[in-house]
């Protein structure tokens, strides 16, 4: 395939360049298209849109591959570990067992929050969703921790993302106590990231918890599936964010917005409802005709994707892992058997088939969190909780590239042309 494009317009025929990457697409570089043509390009959606170069994520959707800096979700989420894939993302390469020591070190004594924090969830009424209180509070993280919000200083935007990949699960469990009417629990020095976020969420003063290995291995595999996905949404508004010179904690408040919405992090709460809405087996029929109606706006929440045009293969590891932890807890949800029939169902009937729409990551997640004990309004947070590592790395890898400037799309503009005032004695 040639490195250039060949772009025929009224007036003139244009050469562009084609950017070759490691693997994957090549991208046409139309950087200098409207000063060479007086002409955008249209993509809503940004369906056919490189919207900048990474050397941190690569999926390919036709054949549902999902790689972290090489290595795949499938060999990740069994042999390793979510610090493990944290360092792995934000520094390039697996850290050796000083190198991981040394970042579970520095993760861990940041895990406590400026106990001035713990005020800002009293605002909150208790019902309040956890996910509009993470937004506040994540937002607020840059009056308590102004010294690492210089984004020039390199050393200051890694305290920062430490400061922020620490942070989360324990803002994160605060923000489930407060719901429950139960006191903050302070994080542990000797447990480990996963084993700290259960017990600062399950654990309660008046007797000892006990971490369940079964139940810690599980949530950090599933933090390890939510870690990074390329240029999702939410990223992308982190990424855009950034680009203003926004701080790290400002930019991750409007990823966890973004993340919050149904057609992307909010689909694993919204999956599960819908599955506990079906209920039994002979029901799924009725939501799959619904789900094929163009004149009902009901979709199969935890299926399609825009990239996956396969099988999500973290909805693969994610329905081994249920099954796992259903036999380990010995709990039988019925609500697994009906995902299973659900998903079985779908991927017989020719509407999804010739849409290409398989179970994504949140089709089965919900199911493992619930049958852990958390409940849905949280899922999505702990979407974010892992999601803060995929964030930060990209917020890295944007800031320190020297190109970098601000993220400004233009339009198709379809308003009304240019019209004189009317003074309204005469409209
Ligand atoms: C995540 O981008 C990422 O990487 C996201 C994510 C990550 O890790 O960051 O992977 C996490 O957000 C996963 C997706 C979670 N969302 C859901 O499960 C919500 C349900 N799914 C959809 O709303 C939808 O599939 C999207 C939003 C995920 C993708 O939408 P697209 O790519 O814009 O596709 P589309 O809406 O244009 O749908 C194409 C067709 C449409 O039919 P036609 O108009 O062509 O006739 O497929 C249909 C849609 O109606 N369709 C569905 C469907 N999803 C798409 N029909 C029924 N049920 C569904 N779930």
């Given at each position: 395939m040639s490195d250039t494009v060949k772009l025929t317009t009224d007036s003139k025929e244009l050469e562009l360049k084609a950017l070759s990457g490691s693997v994957g697409p090549k991208v046409i570089d139309i950087r200098k298209l409207y000063a060479q043509t007086g002409m955008f390009t249209y993509d809503p959606g940004f369906t056919?849109?490189?919207s900048c170069d990474s050397a941190l994520t690569y999926i390919d959707g036709d054949e549902g591959v999902l790689l972290h800096r090489g290595y795949s979700i499938e060999e990740l989420s069994e042999k390793s570990s979510f610090m493990e894939v944290a360092y792995l993302l934000l520094r390039g390469s697996l850290p050796s067992k000083d190198e991981l020591d040394g970042f579970n070190n520095t993760i861990t004594r940041h895990t406590m929050v400026h106990e001035?924090?713990?005020?800002?969830?009293?605002?909150?009424?208790?019902?309040?969703?956890p996910m509009a209180i993470m937004c506040g509070v994540v937002g607020a993280l840059s009056a308590f921790y102004?010294?690492?919000?210089?984004?020039?200083?390199p050393q200051q935007r890694m305290i920062a993302s430490h400061r922020l990949i620490a942070k989360m699960p324990t803002l994160a469990a605060m923000a489930y106590k407060y719901s429950i009417g139960q006191p903050f629990v302070y994080p542990r020095n000797d447990l480990s990231y996963t084993g700290n976020f259960l017990r600062m969420t399950?654990?309660?003063?008046?007797e000892e918890y006990e971490v369940n290995p079964v139940i810690e291995q599980a949530l950090d595999r599933i933090f390890i599936l939510h870690a990074d996905h390329e240029q999702n949404a939410s990223t992308s508004t982190v990424r855009l964010a950034g680009s203003?010179?926004?701080n790290p904690f400002a930019c991750i408040a409007a990823g966890i917005a973004c993340l919050w919405g149904p057609a992307h992090g909010g689909a694993n709460e919204a999956a599960l409802n819908m599955l506990r809405e079906i209920?039994?087996?002979?029901r799924i029929p009725a939501y799959i005709a619904r789900a094929k109606n163009?004149?009902?706006?009901?979709r199969l929440m935890g299926f399609g994707h825009r990239?996956?045009?396969?099988?999500?293969p973290r909805a693969t590891v994610m329905q081994k892992t249920v099954r796992e932890v259903l036999s380990a807890l010995k709990v039988n949800d019925p609500i697994f058997d009906v995902a299973l029939q659900l998903e079985d169902m779908a991927l017989h009937d020719d509407y999804f088939r010739e849409k290409k729409l398989f179970p994504n990551v949140?089709?089965?997640?919900g199911i493992i969190l619930s049958a852990i004990?958390?409940?849905?309004?949280?899922f999505t947070v702990l979407f974010a909780l892992a999601r803060t590592v995929g964030w930060v790395a990209h917020w890295n890898e944007m800031i320190s590239d020297p190109e970098q400037k601000i993220g400004r799309p233009r339009q198709l503009y379809t308003g009304p042309a240019q019209r004189p005032y009317v003074p309204v004695a005469q409209r």
């Open positions: 056919s849109t490189a001035q924090l713990s005020q800002f969830y009293r605002g909150f009424r208790r019902d309040a969703h102004h010294d690492s919000t210089d984004i020039t200083d399950f654990s309660v003063p008046a203003s010179g926004a209920g039994t087996p002979e163009k004149d009902d706006p009901f990239v996956y045009k396969n099988y999500d949140d089709f089965y997640s004990g958390f409940p849905t309004d949280m």
